[in-house]
T-cell receptor, first 114, second 111 residues
Framework: AQSVTQLDSQVPVFEEAPVELRCNYSSSVSVYLFWYVQYPNQGLQLLLKYLSGSTLVKGINGFEAEFNKSQTSFHLRKPSVHISDTAEYFCAVTPSGSARQLTFGSGTQLTVLP | NAGVTQTPKFRILKIGQSMTLQCTQDMNHNYMYWYRQDPGMGLKLIYYSVGAGITDKGEVPNGYNVSRSTTEDFPLRLELAAPSQTSVYFC??????????FGPGTRLLVL
């Protein structure tokens, strides 16, 4: 079984500052990793994903994440945030050889302050 | 493309009532999923389907049933609503590149 831990439930940050949202996972098999964003009263939207290859992956809206197998982490970063980045961010994992059921972390609320 | 659509958007049920949450996707995806999201929590998988006629339980299937008679539709049935089923329900379908597309959700309140 897989599990995902998002270490910060809330992250307040000022506009144009950098941000890092932390995600650690646990799995006994190879996994695919994802970050999804949820804006208020909406469904989830894929930000980026790691399937294989380069451990640094770039996503939409200027976000990037780095897969670190030895530390079982997949932290999300953005060098300069905007007010519009205020949302809930979810890290998720799925075994690479399965029907791709996602296991989600509990989420990190990013609030960008003016 | 409408993507993944869900109906209704909101529903209030009394304890013991039943209802069906509808989910339709127009992307011809084989894999479809139902999740529930409780306040302050991540999403938990209820049921999933790998194609028409094939369904399987997820992490929290108790109190729910599903069917998949066509590629497009994946309805979720609540037979005897309980307050513990108050939640936001999301349907999703998966593309071959592992991207899951989510519907806008159904907010359910059981009183």
């Amino acid at each position: 079984a897989q599990s995902v831990t998002q270490l910060d439930s809330q992250v307040p940050v000022f506009e144009e500052a950098p941000v890092e949202l932390r995600c650690n996972y646990s799995s006994s098999v190879s996994v695919y990793l994802f970050w999804y964003v949820q804006y208020p009263n909406q469904g989830l939207q894929l930000l980026l994903k790691y399937l294989s290859g380069s451990t640094l992956v770039k996503g939409i809206n200027g976000f990037e994440a780095e897969f670190n197998k030895s530390q079982t982490s997949f932290h999300l970063r953005k060098p300069s945030v905007h007010i519009s980045d205020t949302a809930e961010y979810f890290c998720a994992v799925t075994p690479s050889g399965s029907a791709r059921q996602l296991t989600f972390g509990s989420g990190t609320q990013l609030t960008v302050l003016p | 493309n409408a993507g993944v659509t869900q109906t209704p958007k909101f529903r209030i049920l009394k304890i013991g009532q039943s209802m069906t949450l509808q989910c339709t996707q127009d992307m011809n995806h084989n894999y479809m999923y139902w999740y529930r999201q409780d306040p302050g929590m991540g999403l938990k998988l209820i049921y999933y389907s790998v194609g028409a006629g094939i369904t399987d339980k997820g992490e929290v299937p108790n109190g729910y049933n599903v069917s998949r008679s066509t590629t497009e539709d994946f309805p979720l049935r609540l037979e005897l609503a309980a307050p513990s089923q108050t939640s936001v329900y999301f349907c999703a379908s998966r593309r071959d590149d592992e991207t899951q597309y989510f519907g806008p959700g159904t907010r359910l309140l059981v009183l």
